[in-house]
């Protein structure tokens, strides 16, 4: 069995060997070659595995941020692209975010509702501060958790320092993009340091996993505030966990369902701006 590491690993000394130089890529694409054609063709080292191996997948690995189901595979998919778009398909681009116009809203449940773009244009312009906005949400999540059932640990003493530290960053003009001092939960699938990671079983409550997920890691390094660890059904299983089901927001007589129903509740409710789940 192979670390998806050690491929990265293999892939990162191609990368930094020049094989897949972006001057590559863009020759290839000008003389017409498909995708397969350009990978096959840029010298990219065989891995030292055989393939068809087993990847054993951590908790720290970069988790897949996008699901495309298109017909013929992720591969297929790529050929198009590539068609369309040449080495430009893998550059990165800036997400702009447009200027708040008008009043801002006084009710802070108003504000609770308000989507993640809308947010991010109060934090980077400094009409509202992450401390402010992660009390808001704070303050939400207490106030309904009891009743709905969506958090494991609400991170009272994290969020407000990472929300102190965003607001610092903001006021030195170090804005890091749209998520910088966006207050959110994360499913309880993934590892936090320092607090529960109980797979929404009563036989994992009390247990700690000393490391944080990737999406954790990315989402604080792009400023991101956590605010909790939201509930899962018991192993990834439904909405009843060992607290008992978590609820719809907007029809407490219902479940939430699915086993994202913690963070899909929370988020619902407007107690985090937004959440990771899984699918």
Known sequence: MIERRDFLKTAAAAAAAGALSPSRLLGAHSAGASFPEVVGKTGFPSPSFPLGQE???GNGEAPALQFQAWPGGTGALYEKLWREYGPALFERTTTEIEPWVGPIPSDEAEIAFLPVHRLAA??????????ELTEIYLARLHRYDPELLFAVSILDDRARAEAEEADREIRAGRWKGPLHGIPYGVKDLFAVRGTRTAWGSAAFQDQVIDLDSEIVVR?????????AKLATGEFA???LWY?????????PEEGASGSSAGPGSATAAGCVAFAIGTE
Request: zero cysteines.
């Open 122 to 131: 109060l934090l980077k312009e400094r009409r509202i501060s992450s401390v």
């Open 243 to 251: 607290r008992g089901r978590t609820l719809n927001p907007w029809n």
């Open 55 to 57: 990847l054993r997948l």
């Open 237 to 239: 299983q439904g909405d």
């Open 219 to 227: 989402l604080r390094n792009a400023g991101a505030v956590l605010l």
